[in-house]
């Protein structure tokens, strides 16, 4: 096997690799700080589409992590950048919060709740009744079903939450319509990412917490992953999956001193 080409380009999850909740992990700034020191391509991906790169950036900052807000990538931009390239300047109904509403508006889309192209489901603390009804009937109606991620549930200190995969279970539930996620596990959120950055995949690794998510569509888009067990995914389980990674870390400090050496 011929010897695979210097790493040139880091993706890398958030929540489970960089923090829990808002706790920073161990060895999460210097490998960031490493990140920018050494002048290679790095973005920070998430499912989470409740917050604007900006927020992300403040909220991380908080926890001693300094991660510029051009180096953030959620699945509510890769959702904006999809719609974008399949219809310019649509129109969408939208249920999610400020980084969904904010990253469609970017792109030039109209946010309506009259015969929009889309209806468009994001993560959000406050769902109401009246708007998954108007979503279900805009969607029956003809309106494409789009939502950000199929995450089911979501971490909170008082336990776990509803996410945006089951209010889309809802919606399917009650149409017969199944969304397009674009988030994770879907490699369309890698290669949006890759396609910012002006990135080779044969040049990217992703790091994350999850085989099922992060693994996947790293593995699917063509990149070298590193699972770290500092989250969702124990050692233990590794084997029950038809993948593998790459590689696997203890936490994201090990894998500092692979950023220096620009191969795994």
Do not use: C
């Not at 792109?107 to 009259?114: A, S």
């Not at 789009?146 to 919606?171: F, H, M």
């Amino acid at each position: 096997m011929s010897e695979r080409a210097p790493v040139r380009t880091w993706l890398t999850d958030m929540d489970g690799v960089l923090v829990h909740e808002e706790e920073p992990i161990p060895g999460a700034a210097e490998f960031v700080e490493t990140l920018k020191s050494s002048g290679l391509e790095f973005l920070v991906l998430t499912n989470n589409s409740i917050y604007t790169p900006r927020d992300l950036r403040a909220r991380l900052l908080g926890s001693g992590i300094d991660i510029p807000e051009e180096r953030i990538w959620t699945s509510a931009l890769a959702t904006a950048q999809f719609l974008a390239d399949q219809r310019p300047h649509g129109t969408a109904y939208v249920v999610g919060e400020a980084g969904l509403t904010t990253a469609l508006h970017d792109v030039g889309y109209v946010q309506t709740d009259r015969d929009p192209d889309y209806v468009v489901l994001g993560e959000t603390r406050t769902y109401s009744f009246e708007a998954i009804t108007r979503a279900i009937r805009l969607v029956e109606g003809g309106a494409r079903f789009i939502a950000t991620n199929p995450d089911p549930s979501g971490p909170s200190q008082q336990g776990k939450l509803p996410a945006t995969g089951a209010v889309a279970a809802l919606i399917t539930a009650a149409t017969g319509r199944a969304p397009y996620f674009v988030g994770k596990p879907n490699a369309l959120m890698m290669r949006s990412a890759l396609d910012r950055l002006e990135a080779h995949s044969a040049t990217t690794v992703m790091i994350g917490d999850r085989m099922d998510t992060d693994v996947v569509s790293g593995l699917e888009a063509g990149l070298r992953t590193i699972l770290v067990l500092t989250g969702s995914t124990p050692r233990a389980h590794v084997a029950n999956f038809p993948y593998q990674p790459t590689r696997i870390e203890e936490s994201i400090a090990d894998v500092v001193p692979l950023v220096a050496e620009g191969r795994i």
